[in-house]
DNA sequence: CGTCCACGTCTAC
DNA sequence: TAGACCTGGACGG
């Protein structure tokens, strides 16, 4: 479960499970782990937790003994320690008692009750990683969740930064200008504001204040926002209800976490509600195609400038390793999008698939029914809006109509040229 | 059974 | 800008 939301929700779980509870011992780790061991035994601690971005700081708190002297002797710790954690791709925390442990805990904290309770930072593709006597990694930027106002300044302020010659969708996973956002984040967010994936990102972001003037304005209605026609440069108009491209780095991963659940977690009992939220990302009927770094982007409409020539891929990797010489044959697969048009007028179409069947990779909905989504046209139509809570999960099953609609318009596709 | 895909970094040619 | 690093679920044959 991995990008902001799930990060943060993550330290929710633990403060929460953890509180009043006390730890005793040693850390674990698992053997087949290969991250750090993490130095630390106490006869009694608490642990609490807070994130930041895509990272999560456990804080290991020693409690007051009569006997410092004796806790000395035993090598325990008398100081906190901080453990900094990534996800990876498969990350999160479980609470179970001591012989429900799952799989795939790779580091442990036992409880000081007899039947004793482990909190496990549990990781089955062991991408994630961990820093005891950690910091918050040094390059990452402010966090989009609670570090709001420093991460647009930062963003406004390094534009002239060659990063963002990429595509937008690419900058977005940028962890130094972008801590918290993700795959599916960039996908609902960039179909939020209809922004074409591709789009050079400085052209999207420049004109943008560093102050958000949307922050201290109420529901904000239809504040249309003038546009000081004069002549040259750039309008602002941005704003309307959603707010600008920043903005919505920062309400729309807030909206995950206010969906309370566990965010992308497929196994979960309340993923549904998740899949009801997602817009765009694996949605029936929205077009996808690898980016420059072979990953999946999920969009509606046009790709923009920048899309991929030949959609890329990493797959196509391991040929059989059998020995014969010959075999460049290597790659192939996706590439099967004609090669026609050429030159002239990019006409994307040859790029963009659209989902045949059923996607793979893109979680089921384990038992219940699939998420369909508008195939037939784009509903453009004005719906109610009607924001709240989606507490209502169901949605009615054979609903041909309960995709993703809502389309906000107002694009404020800007820039000069 | 095998292939493809997945919420993300990392480092090496 | 490719791989590497991993496990496992969904599909296809």
Not at 297 to 317: E, H, I, L, R
Request: glycine share 6%; aromatic share 8%.
């Amino acid at each position: 479960m991995p990008e902001g939301p799930e990060l943060h929700l993550a330290s929710l779980y633990v403060n929460k499970m953890c509180a009043g509870v006390v730890f005793t011992g040693p850390v674990r780790k698992s053997e087949v782990s290969k991250n750090p061991d993490v130095p630390f035994t106490c006869e009694a601690y608490r642990i609490t937790a807070t994130s930041r971005g895509k990272e999560v700081k456990l804080t290991l708190t020693p409690m007051k003994s009569d006997d410092p002297k004796e806790r000395v002797k035993a090598g325990q710790a008398d100081q906190p320690m901080d453990i900094v954690i990534r996800f990876g791709m498969s990350g999160y925390f479980r609470f179970t008692t001591e012989d429900e442990l799952p799989k795939h805990a790779h580091l442990r904290f036992y409880s000081k009750e007899t039947p004793c309770r482990v909190l496990s930072f549990v990781d089955a593709r062991r991408f994630g990683s961990w820093q005891p006597n950690g910091t918050w990694q040094s390059d990452r930027g402010p966090c989009i969740m609670f570090e709001y106002k420093s991460f647009r300044e930062k963003v406004v302020s390094h534009l002239s930064d060659r990063a963002f010659d990429k595509p937008i969708c690419e900058v977005l996973l940028n962890q130094k200008y972008f801590n918290g956002i993700g795959n599916y984040l960039r996908a609902e967010i960039l179909f939020r504001l209809n922004i074409p994936p591709f789009v050079p990102a400085r052209t999207v972001l420049e004109g943008l204040e560093s102050e958000d003037l949307c922050e201290n304005e109420k529901p904000v209605k239809n504040e249309t926002t003038d546009t000081k026609t004069s002549d040259g440069a750039k309008q602002k108009r941005v704003k309307g209800e959603t707010g600008d491209l920043l903005r919505l780095c920062h309400t729309v991963p807030l909206e995950v976490v206010n969906l309370g659940g566990k965010g992308y977690d497929p196994q979960k009992t309340d993923y549904s509600d998740f899949k009801a939220w997602l817009q765009c990302y694996c949605v029936d009927g929205m077009k996808s195609i690898g980016d420059h770094n072979g990953r999946t982007m999920w969009f509606k409409g046009d790709p923009g400038p920048m899309a991929p020539k030949d959609s890329k891929s990493p797959k196509a990797k391991k040929r059989a390793k059998k020995e014969d010489g010959h075999d460049y044959y290597t790659d192939k697969k996706k590439v099967a999008s004609k090669r026609s048009e050429s030159t002239s007028k990019k006409k994307q179409e040859s790029v963009t698939k659209i989902p045949k069947k059923e996607k793979k990779g893109c979680p089921k909905e384990a038992g219940t029914k699939r998420r369909k989504a508008v195939k037939s046209r784009e509903v453009t139509e004005p719906q109610h809006e009607k924001r709240s809570t989606a507490r209502k999960r169901k949605s009615s099953s054979a609903e041909p109509t309960a995709g993703p609609q809502r389309r906000r318009g107002r694009v404020t596709r800007q820039n000069s040229k």
